[in-house]
């Protein structure tokens, strides 16, 4: 589901574990206190979502587009 980066030195494949292994719990747990303070704010919890994720994938999006110029 992600992309494959070749690493000369194996210490790193523990690093890149303790990074991104358990880097989507973060990211779900964040997400998931976003959702809820939208439908705090009022939204339904299926629009509150909607906007989450739509924040969430311009924001990759922006962040990746301004490190490949």
């Known amino acids: 589901m992600g992309k494959e980066i070749f690493v000369d030195e194996e ?3 523990d690093k890149a574990t303790a990074l991104s292994g358990t880097g989507p719990a973060y990211v779900y ?10 439908v705090h704010l009022g939204f339904p919890r299926r629009i509150a979502e909607k906007l989450v994720i739509e924040t969430l994938r ?6 990746d587009h301004g490190k490949n110029q």
């Open 29 to 38: 747990l964040f997400m998931e206190s976003m959702v809820d303070a939208g």
């Open 58 to 63: 311009g924001s990759v999006d922006f962040y």
């Open 11 to 13: 210490t790193y494949l």
